[in-house]
T-cell receptor, first 115, second 113 residues
Framework: AQSVTQLGSHVSVSEGALVLLRCNYSSSVPPYLFWYVQYPNQGLQLLLKYTSAATLVKGINGFEAEFKKSETSFHLTKPSAHMSDAAEYFCAVRAPRGGADGLTFGKGTHLIIQP | AAGVIQSPRHLIKEKRETATLKCYPIPRHDTVYWYQQGPGQDPQFLISFYEKMQSDKGSIPDRFSAQQFSDYHSELNMSSLELGDSALYFC????????????FGPGTRLTVT
C-alpha cells in the first residue's frame, strides 16, 4: 500500500519568500504522486503530478516539485510566495497501474502568507 | 470549460435518515470517484466506478452504496446516517480509468443533526 507523509501541518512564509512544502512517500515501487490545493470551502485543484517521466515537474501558479527516489520525497516549491497562495495543500499518491484507483492523501499543510 | 457538478451543494439530515448525493462528471469522462473529507481532515477515498462497474473500493461504510449510470453520472446513497457522517463529500472524474488526473467537483456538505 502507498502512503504519504506531509511534514508540518502549518507553514508560514513572508510574501515574496520561498515556499517549501514537504512530502515523503512510502511505496514498494515508485508511485504516481500529486499535489493538490484547496481553498476554503472549495474543491481540490491539481497543481502538478509525477508519473514516472521527468523528475522535475512544473505545475500551475509557478509551483514545481522534484521526485527524489533516493529520499522518497516529492517536495513542493515556489520561488516567491504570493498572498493568493494561502490555502491548504495536499500531497497524494496512487499506485502506478491501470484501474481507477483512488488517491491516498496526506494530512495536508496549511500555508500562511505573511504580508 | 465544463467542470464536475455535484448536487446538492448543502444537505442537512437527521440521524437515521437517508441521503443521496449526485455527481455529474465532466462530459466524456467515464470514471467517477467519491471521497469523504471530515472537518479538518484529509480526503478519504470511498469508491470508484469505470464504465458503470465498480473499480476500486476504499473505506466506504456498509451503510453507503453507490452506482454509476449509463450517462456516467453517479449517486452515493447513505442510509442510517450518523453524526460522524457529517463531512464534505467530493466527487472526481477522469477520462479513462488509468488517467493520471482526477478533476474534483466543489463538494456536497452534509450535516447530520
Amino acid at each position: 500500500a502507498q502512503s504519504v507523509t506531509q511534514l508540518g501541518s502549518h507553514v508560514s512564509v513572508s510574501e515574496g519568500a520561498l515556499v517549501l512544502l514537504r512530502c515523503n512517500y512510502s511505496s514498494s515501487v515508485p508511485p504516481y504522486l500529486f499535489w493538490y490545493v484547496q481553498y476554503p470551502n472549495q474543491g481540490l485543484q491539481l497543481l502538478l503530478k509525477y508519473t514516472s517521466a521527468a523528475t522535475l515537474v512544473k505545475g500551475i501558479n509557478g509551483f514545481e516539485a522534484e521526485f527524489k527516489k533516493s529520499e522518497t520525497s516529492f517536495h513542493l516549491t515556489k520561488p516567491s510566495a504570493h498572498m493568493s497562495d494561502a490555502a491548504e495543500y495536499f500531497c497524494a499518491v496512487r499506485a502506478p497501474r491501470g484501474g481507477a484507483d483512488g488517491l491516498t492523501f496526506g494530512k495536508g499543510t496549511h500555508l500562511i502568507i505573511q504580508p | 470549460a465544463a467542470g464536475v457538478i455535484q448536487s446538492p451543494r448543502h444537505l442537512i439530515k437527521e440521524k437515521r435518515e437517508t441521503a443521496t448525493l449526485k455527481c455529474y462528471p465532466i462530459p466524456r469522462h467515464d470514471t467517477v470517484y467519491w471521497y469523504q473529507q471530515g472537518p479538518g481532515q484529509d480526503p478519504q477515498f470511498l469508491i470508484s466506478f469505470y464504465e458503470k462497474m465498480q473499480s476500486d473500493k476504499g473505506s466506504i461504510p456498509d451503510r453507503f452504496s453507490a452506482q454509476q449510470f449509463s450517462d456516467y453520472h453517479s449517486e452515493l446513497n447513505m442510509s442510517s446516517l450518523e453524526l460522524g457522517d457529517s463531512a464534505l463529500y467530493f466527487c472526481a472524474s477522469s477520462l479513462g480509468q488509468a488517467s493520471y488526473e482526477q478533476y474534483f467537483g466543489p463538494g456536497t456538505r452534509l450535516t447530520v443533526t
